[in-house]
C-alpha cells in the first residue's frame, strides 16, 4: 500500500512526490532504504493526486495532531500547488488544521520558476529549510543540487524571503562532523537571515 500520510510522534506528515533536484550524501533515499525511521515504505507508486491526498488527509481527525508536515520522501515544494490546494481546500471545508510545517531545501524558487514565498503567507506556520553546512563548498558537496553551487545562493534567497511571510523559520544541520565553531557559524548565518538554527542529532544507518 502507499503512503501518502503517516504519523510519527503525534504529527502527520504528507509524503506527495519522491522527486528531488539534489542527491544528499545522507538522503534515505539511496542506500537502498525504502522507508525512514516514520514509516516502512515511502516509495510513491505513482505521485498521488491532489484528490487522493484530500480523501486521505480526510480520513484522519486532524484535530488530533500536534502539527500538520508537509516532508515527503523527496522535496515537497515540487508539489507546492497542490501542497497549497490542500490547505486551502481543508480550511474551507471547516477543518481545523494544527500548525503547517514544510520541511525543504529551499530551492523552490529556482525549480517553480517564481517567488513562491508570497505564497506562504497564511498557510505554513513553520518552515524548516536544511541548511547542511556552513558555507557554498560544504553545502555542495554535501546536498549535490542539480544546480551545482547555484543551490547555495538559492536556499540563502529563499530563507531570508520566506522569513517575511512565515511566522517561524528554522534552518537545520546535522551535528555529525560538525565543530563548535561550525555551529557557531550557521547560528549566526541563520539569525542573520531571520532563522533560528537547530541543530539535530546524527541517525546513523
Ligand atoms: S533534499 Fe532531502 S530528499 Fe532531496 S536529496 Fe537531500 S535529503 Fe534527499
Known amino acids: 500500500m502507499m503512503t501518502i500520510t503517516y504519523e510519527y510522534e503525534g504529527a502527520l506528515y504528507v509524503n506527495l512526490t519522491n522527486k528531488c533536484d539534489c542527491a544528499c550524501v545522507f538522503c534515505l533515499r539511496h542506500n537502498g532504504h525504502k522507508g525512514s525511521i516514520y514509516a516502512d515504505d515511502l516509495w510513491l507508486e505513482h505521485e498521488p ?16 495532531y500536534r502539527e500538520l508536515v508537509f516532508c515527503g520522501f523527496g522535496e515537497p515544494m515540487f508539489r507546492w500547488d497542490d501542497d497549497a490546494w ?35 503567507k497564511g498557510r505554513v506556520d513553520v518552515i524548516s529549510i536544511s541548511l547542511n553546512g556552513s558555507n557554498e ?25 520566506a522569513a517575511r511571510y ?10 555529525k562532523d560538525k565543530t563548535a565553531e561550525d555551529i557557531a557559524q550557521c547560528r549566526a548565518l541563520a539569525e542573520r537571515l531571520g532563522a533560528t538554527l537547530r541543530v539535530r542529532e546524527y541517525i546513523p544507518d
Request: negative net charge; glycine residues 6%; without cysteine.
Open 137 to 161: 563548498a560544504e553545502y555542495t558537496a554535501v546536498t549535490q543540487p542539480s544546480t551545482g553551487k547555484q543551490g547555495w545562493a538559492d536556499m540563502l534567497d529563499f530563507t531570508q524571503k
Open 86 to 120: 490542500l490547505i486551502d481546500e481543508l480550511r474551507r471545508r471547516g477543518v481545523k488544521l494544527p500548525p503547517v510545517r514544510i520541511n525543504t531545501n529551499g530551492h523552490a524558487n529556482r525549480f517553480l520558476g517564481r517567488d513562491v514565498t508570497p505564497e506562504l
Open 49 to 64: 493526486s491532489r484528490q487522493e491526498a484530500l480523501d486521505d488527509l480526510l480520513s484522519r481527525d486532524l484535530s488530533q
Open 166 to 175: 512565515v511566522p517561524e523559520v528554522v534552518m537545520t544541520i546535522v551535528n
